[in-house]
């Protein structure tokens, strides 16, 4: 059991999942969008609370697969070798699922009708993870500094304020969620190693 231990399992079936979903998307047309898509209608209405999940798998092309699923990757398998796969798993869909209920909190406030898909709220609960870990873990990872995570977060919420048809409300929501998740752990770990310690 332990040779895998280390190995990106999670992220990458992940990244298989979102891009297997992406491939029957292009091939169905709008019929998933249309039974995954998250809108504050359909949900809080309809009842369709599923769709606070399932728009996680959704992208609109090419372009928004190939970015979350590029950073999904590679930061989703340094975050998976430091807590392990099912701690990553966890926080991976805390994020989205937080990351969406924000978003629809968002809308409804601003009456906003529109349908949102991706998997940008649980990568950006990703960042917020990776941050709680460098302040508050005991631990070090190679060339991760708190500077050089704030950047990342920095730069990743600038493009998702300054671009169009982007979901920052879910983004917020799921780097928030992160954070405070990887906090807890980090807590809980501080508390177990004084309990060891005694």
Known sequence: MDRWKDLPIVSATLVAINIFV???????????????????????????????????FLHGDIGHIFNNMLILFFLGAMIEKEVGHIRYTLFYFL?????N??????????????GSIGASGAVFGLD?????????SKR????????????????????????????????????????????IMCVFQKLKMVKNNR
Request: with cysteine; net charge neutral; aromatic share 12%.
């Open 22 to 56: 992406f491939l029957i998307c292009t091939f169905t047309g709008n019929l998933l969008y249309n039974m995954g898509r998250m809108d504050a209608w359909s949900v809080l209405i309809s009842g369709e609370y599923f769709r606070v999940l399932w728009a996680l």
């Open 128 to 136: 917020g993870v990776l941050l709680a870990m460098v302040l508050f």
């Open 95 to 99: 994020s989205g699922i937080g990351g």
């Open 140 to 183: 070090r990872m190679e060339n991760v500094t708190i500077p050089r995570v704030l950047l990342m977060i920095a730069y990743s919420l600038y493009s998702g304020l300054t671009g169009q048809n982007v979901d920052n409300a879910a983004h917020i929501g799921g780097l928030v969620t992160g954070f405070l998740a990887g906090m």
């Open 101 to 114: 209920l924000l978003s629809l909190w968002y809308k409804v406030q601003t009456g906003d009708m529109s």
